[in-house]
């Protein structure tokens, strides 16, 4: 199961890249390819378990 607040983007808050970049709803902003790994459910991770973005929001 993949996060629900994540989406992949070319552009938000003025930014924007060529290719998409994982994008994160409720940090409002880009994250990280090792945290889109954590809201993609891979390597044995689970974003409920794992994320603390997540269990905050």
Do not use: T
Request: glycine share 6%.
């Amino acid at each position: 199961m993949v996060c629900p607040h994540l989406e992949y983007r070319r552009e938000a808050d003025g930014r924007s890249f060529d290719a998409e970049r994982a994008y994160c709803g409720l940090a409002e902003q880009f994250v990280e390819p090792m945290r889109a790994d954590i809201c993609n459910d891979r390597y044995e991770l689970h974003h409920a378990d794992h994320c603390e973005i997540y269990r905050k929001g």
